[in-house]
């Protein structure tokens, strides 16, 4: 079973980041959603809303993961950005080739590490400055995956994000089983 580590920092958007646990898990992977404070300290989102994260980020750091999804949001995406723990293990895990994804304004942390340069990508609409998209090979899809990096716009396609995620892991079988149960509207 695939494993995927999505950290909760104050200030995250809360429809992207509980749209794309929701989703994972209802396709069989195992999401860790992890605090950047002590253990039980609830995650005040960008809208309010309070997340009680599974574990904390200290703690999930002792375990590998398959993918590394960064929600975005204000100020949550900058407290990731901030954070040496979330550097670090960005840089690890692409070294190690495994899956990056960031949604809305968190696309800003794969840039500030340097990840982005020479890639295809996509983020909240001015959300990236001149230096941080230097190199970038901006898109305004959706959804922009460039090998094992995936980004996309922000809340209104955390849905679409999500089942990119689940069908990168899981499988398009899964991937369709799980948003026919869904009941989206065909365009």
């Not at 396609?157 to 398009?172: C, N, P, S």
Request: aromatic content about 4%; overall charge negative.
């Amino acid at each position: 079973m695939a494993r995927v580590l999505i950290p909760l920092a104050t200030g995250c958007e809360e429809l992207e980041a509980v749209t794309v646990i929701d989703i994972l898990r209802r396709g069989g992977v195992e999401v860790t959603s992890a605090g950047l404070g002590a253990r039980g300290e609830p995650v005040r989102a960008s809208r309010g809303t309070v997340l009680v994260p599974d574990t904390t980020l200290d703690e999930a750091l002792k375990q590998d993961y398959d993918m590394l999804v960064l929600p975005g949001g204000l100020p949550g995406a900058d407290h990731l950005n901030d954070d040496a723990r979330i550097r670090e293990l960005l840089h690890r895990m692409a070294y190690q080739e495994k899956y990056i994804a960031a949604i809305c304004a968190a696309p800003k942390v794969l840039a500030d590490a340097g990840l982005l340069k020479g890639r295809r990508a996509t983020s909240y609409p001015g959300s990236l400055t001149t230096h941080q998209l230097d190199g970038v090979i901006y898109q305004d899809s959706a959804v922009v995956r460039d090998g094992s990096f995936i980004t996309s716009r922000g809340p209104g396609t955390a849905m679409d994000f999500a089942l990119v995620l689940l069908e990168i892991l899981a499988g398009k079988a899964k991937r369709d089983e799980v948003e026919a149960s869904l009941i989206r509207p065909i365009h």
